[in-house]
């Protein structure tokens, strides 16, 4: 099962990253990982947002970050809200340091460098609303594989 490739310490981190980057956002981050990909890797994504139903949120302002970790493959995937006003290439920066550190055997710190370089993009467009609740739980979705 994928989840035994991170540790409970190591789990714990990326949803404290997710917390920290939701106090910039009313967007929502969401973490999904397997251990192989065996079909193109948007597609795999487009399957898992729906699947996690991150398109349920108030402002469709969801965000998926998909790895498939033995298959050295991730995908950043937002909902139509952000979608609809972000220009292209918008999660670009966002994938560059994240796979700098994965480059590195490092999937733990580029999660969480992608994760926070997340919420301050997503700053901009959907800042954080006194009231702002917490749509997604924070923590980690793993596949079966």
């Given at each position: 099962?994928?989840?035994d490739l991170f540790t409970e310490a190591e789990q714990q981190q990326v949803r404290e990253a997710i917390q920290e980057a939701e106090l910039n956002t009313s967007g929502e981050v969401k973490?999904?990982?397997e251990r192989k990909l065996k079909e193109d890797v948007m597609d795999r994504a487009s399957f898992v947002f729906e699947k996690l139903e991150l398109h349920q949120t108030k402002l469709r302002n969801?965000?998926?970050i998909y790895l498939a970790v033995e298959s050295k493959e991730f995908a950043i995937l937002g909902d139509v809200?952000?979608?609809q006003k972000v220009p292209e290439g918008f999660w670009d920066s966002t994938s560059l340091i994240m796979l700098e550190?994965?480059?590195k055997g490092d999937f733990v710190g580029g999660l969480i460098a992608g994760i926070k370089e997340a919420g301050l993009q997503l700053k901009a467009h959907f800042p954080y609303q006194k009231g702002d609740i917490n749509e997604l739980s924070d923590d980690i979705s793993f596949g079966k594989n």
């Open positions: 099962m994928a989840k973490i999904h990982i969801g965000v998926l809200g952000i979608n550190q994965f480059k």
